[in-house]
Nanobody
Framework: QVQLVESGGGLVQAGGSLRPSCAAS????????MGWYRQAPGTQRELVAE???????NYADSVKGRFTISRDNAKNTVYLQKNSLKPEDTAVYYC??????????????WGKGTLVTVSS
């Protein structure tokens, strides 16, 4: 079994910054991609940013230039530096990892989500 534990959400004023993290633990052989998704009320979950084990990154257009994703492979941890936050960034942010265990290859795992509220 694999667990993803997120931390670093909360309330912040517009223009502020947050740096949430997500640590994966369990029977992990390797982690392919790790990423962050978000879901605002009444909307579908959307990709925010993702990073491969080799360090290649992909961002949603709405966060390019403001958010930076990084990971520590030794710690199985992914970070999302969020700068210049806007009220429209308000959402529940979910960590995602594509994990290979001894039983399964490339399986999707999700964190429980962390709420980020950006006040204007």
């Amino acid at each position: 079994q694999v667990q993803l534990v997120e931390s670093g959400g909360g309330l912040v004023q517009a223009g502020g910054s947050l740096r949430p993290s997500c640590a994966a633990s369990g029977c992990i052989v390797s982690i392919n991609a790790m990423g962050w998704y978000r879901q605002a009320p009444g909307t579908q979950r959307e990709l925010v940013a993702e990073i491969t084990s080799g360090g290649s990154t992909n961002y949603a257009d709405s966060v390019k230039g403001r958010f930076t994703i990084s990971r520590d492979n030794a710690k199985n941890t992914v970070y999302l530096q969020k700068n210049s936050l806007k009220p429209e960034d308000t959402a529940v942010y979910y960590c995602n990892a594509i994990v290979t265990t001894r039983v399964y290859y490339g399986m999707d795992y999700w964190g429980k989500g962390t709420l980020v509220t950006v006040s204007s």
